[in-house]
């Protein structure tokens, strides 16, 4: 089975804070997305990436960004949270375009709090 | 976001077959449309996919008519545990990736 991991289920951060939400996948995925789902907005991409060290923006990249170093590890970095980043974030995973057929798979979000 | 086009909310009933349509009009020749479900505190999890005319699965079937600019979800007899939010996906605005539009989220009643 597919196996997508973050690092926390819950966090809460202070305004300003930086903050990191790391995931992991164990099927040598080469696409690797985030997302952030809010009540009434569905699921809204912030960043994807194909491979190691390669990053392409998504709908709403501003205020976040994103780190793979690995091809296992994406990480979702916000520099200097804020109240309006408060929201429900997943990680997915996916083999590479040619192998588009079988979706993408999904972690168990983070719901992140900035207070 | 996504340019996809489906009903915010459909109500049915135990037993019932659910017809959920998308509209995707910028899919892309190549892409392939999926479906995905999402339970509460779950993240969404792959149901179907396919390119074109009919697929059919354990779970529900996909009819893709031949411009394929829309495609229609049914899920046979539902029961409550299908309740949840379902997604077709589109390309985004930029057109360099298949995302996620609003959903449709299915109420199952007894």
């Known amino acids: 089975d597919v196996k997508v991991t973050q690092s926390s289920r819950y966090l809460v951060k202070r305004t300003g804070e930086k903050v990191f939400l790391e995931c992991v996948q164990d099927m040598d995925h080469e696409n690797m997305f985030w997302y952030r789902q809010d009540p009434g907005l569905g699921l809204r991409l912030i960043y994807f990436?194909?491979?190691?060290?390669?990053?392409e923006k998504g709908d709403i990249p501003e205020g976040y960004s994103v780190s793979r170093e690995k091809k296992e590890r994406f990480s979702l970095i916000l520099e200097s949270a804020s109240t309006n980043q408060t929201s429900m974030y997943l990680c997915?995973?996916?083999?590479?375009?040619?192998?588009?057929?079988?979706?993408?798979?999904f972690g168990p979000g983070t719901r992140l709090t900035v207070t | 976001l996504a340019k996809t086009t489906q009903p915010i909310s459909m109500d049915s009933y135990e037993g019932q077959e659910v017809n959920i349509t998308c509209s995707h009009n910028?899919?892309?020749?190549?892409?392939?449309i999926t479906w995905y479900q999402q339970f509460p505190s779950q993240g969404p999890r792959f149901i179907i996919q396919?390119?074109?005319t009919k697929v059919t699965n354990e779970v529900a079937s996909l009819f893709i008519p031949a411009d394929r600019k829309s495609s229609t979800l049914s899920l046979p007899r539902v029961s409550l545990s299908d309740t949840a939010v379902y997604y077709c996906?589109?390309?985004?605005?930029?057109?360099?990736?298949?995302?996620f539009g609003g959903g449709t989220r299915l109420m199952v009643k007894p």
């Open positions: 396919g390119y074109k």
């Open positions: 910028n899919i892309a020749t190549n892409d392939y």
């Open positions: 990436s194909y491979d190691v060290k390669m990053k």
């Open positions: 997915a995973s996916s083999p590479p375009a040619g192998t588009v057929r079988l979706g993408q798979y």
């Open positions: 996906l589109g390309r985004n605005n930029a057109g360099n990736m298949l995302t």
